[in-house]
């Protein structure tokens, strides 16, 4: 669970400035989310069966009757009562509790790549719900404009510097703008469920977005070393060992089991005879000695740990490289995120210096609406793009934290 705790402290470190009820927002799913409590009982069920190991081989009673009574000097027999007990070989248990606690670990790790990858759904859904009410604010502001437009293309109508197409033009793109709000707004109410169920509440509970993420000028450190200590990784070597454990208590359990036993004779008096020892009941101590003979057993499955062994390593090896492929893309495609925002920042300025200069030319009735309109939509893209950017950006982030914390 440590590292489980790193990578918290982790996203709450990083996303303070930019996100300060994130973290309060994956403390209450990690204790609510449906999906961690069912792995905890799991693992509580793991680790209950150690004791459930900790016992011996049922004890064997059996009771008989003669039927036809067998007679003896001392009289004829009448039942029979026995009881016997096998004791596994000296190890046995403590092997087999041994073999059922590395299981429990295996099981442990399960619970910290779920608590793990429900931290990093929530900060996915959270980046996604931040971008799409952002994008909904951007185009709430460019349809203002658009109404400024408006109005003063009508004023420019009056005094004939523009058509009543212009007009049109401007409330078609004003539609257009309410069509994508409206989208976005379905968008975001599917994405605030999906969010709501990963903190195993309604779905219409109401999430407060943070209205800023910056975009960070300075390239974040990664500690790619911290890659083979991840919980997926480190379930392959609680594997390979609980297969380790397996092999030892198959040992154990090919050597012999020694037995101890009881049989009570309940014997009748003789009535044709009076001596010593008339009608004495028999007891008589047993010992008794399991030995697999037919060992072929053990060997086969001393065989098939060997061949699981290296069926772990094999995966271990593949999960590895496909986690190095994962983060290196994760590093990469958070580059591409601020190169892209970088960009899109320096396309808006030059398109608002491009809007002035063309609201400008209205005093000297050269204004062209058609042209503002293109300048607009073109500064509403990279407006949208450097949204995009912005939680591409956190959404690398979320796995780069994911894979090295």
């Known amino acids: 669970m440590k590292r489980l705790y790193i990578f918290l402290l982790t996203v709450l470190i990083f996303g303070t400035s930019?996100?300060?009820?994130?973290?309060?927002?994956i403390e209450e799913a990690l204790i609510k989310n449906p999906e961690i409590q069912a792995f905890e009982l799991k693992y509580q069920v793991a680790t209950e069966k150690v004791n459930?190991?900790?016992?011996?081989?049922?004890?064997?009673?059996?009771?008989?009757?003669?039927?036809?009574?067998?007679?003896?000097?001392?009289?004829?027999?009448?039942?029979?009562?026995?009881?016997?007990?096998?004791l596994p070989s000296f190890g046995a248990i403590t092997a087999r509790e041994n073999y059922?606690?590395?299981?429990?670990?295996?099981?442990?790790?399960?619970?910290?790549?779920?608590?793990?990858?429900l931290v990093a759904s929530v900060s996915r859904s959270y980046y996604n719900l931040?971008?799409?009410?952002?994008?909904?604010?951007?185009?709430?502001q460019n349809f203002q404009l658009l109404k400024t437009h408006e109005a003063l293309a009508l004023s420019a109508v009056e005094v004939?510097?523009?058509?009543?197409?212009?007009?049109?033009?401007?409330?078609?793109?004003?539609?257009?703008?309410e069509q994508m709000k409206q989208v976005l707004g379905q968008d975001y109410l599917a994405e605030r469920t999906n969010f709501n169920k990963l903190l195993n509440r309604d779905k219409a509970t109401t999430v407060i977005i943070e209205s800023e993420f910056l975009m960070p000028t300075d390239d974040e450190f990664i500690n790619s070393s911290n890659l083979v200590l991840?919980?997926?990784?480190?379930?392959?070597?609680?594997?390979?060992?609980?297969?380790?454990?397996?092999?030892?208590l198959n040992q154990k359990e090919s050597n012999p089991m020694?037995?101890?036993?009881?049989?009570?004779?309940?014997?009748?008096?003789?009535t044709d005879a009076d001596f010593i020892d008339n009608g004495k009941n028999i007891i008589m101590p047993m010992l008794s000695l399991s030995i697999p003979i037919f060992n072929k057993k053990y060997k086969s499955k001393s065989k098939q740990n060997e061949l699981i062994q290296q069926e772990i390593l094999a995966q271990k090896e593949g999960r590895l490289n496909k986690l190095e492929s994962l983060l290196d893309k994760a590093v990469k495609s958070s580059n591409s995120a601020q190169i892209s925002y970088n960009t899109q920042t320096k396309n808006l300025k030059q398109a608002k210096d491009a809007e002035a200069?063309?609201?400008?030319?209205?005093?000297?009735?050269?204004?062209?609406?058609?042209?503002?309109?293109?300048?607009?939509?073109?500064?509403?893209k990279f407006q949208m793009n450097q949204i995009e950017s912005i939680k591409n950006y956190y959404l690398q982030q979320t796995i780069i934290n994911y894979l090295t914390n």
């Open 18 to 25: 930019n996100a300060q009820k994130l973290d309060l927002l």
């Open 52 to 86: 459930e190991a900790n016992t011996l081989p049922n004890t064997q009673l059996g009771v008989g009757y003669f039927a036809s009574e067998p007679e003896t000097r001392t009289g004829p027999q009448r039942f029979k009562i026995s009881a016997k007990q096998m």
């Open 100 to 117: 059922l606690n590395s299981l429990a670990d295996a099981l442990y790790e399960d619970i910290a790549i779920a608590k793990q990858r």
């Open 130 to 140: 931040y971008a799409l009410n952002e994008k909904q604010v951007v185009l709430a």
């Open 160 to 177: 004939g510097k523009a058509s009543a197409v212009d007009v049109l033009r401007i409330q078609m793109r004003q539609n257009e703008l």
């Open 230 to 248: 991840h919980p997926e990784l480190l379930k392959y070597d609680k594997l390979y060992n609980s297969v380790s454990q397996s092999e030892l």
């Open 258 to 270: 020694l037995g101890f036993g009881l049989d009570y004779i309940g014997v009748s008096e003789r």
């Open 357 to 380: 200069i063309l609201l400008k030319n209205y005093e000297t009735g050269t204004i062209d609406f058609e042209d503002i309109l293109d300048i607009q939509e073109l500064e509403l």
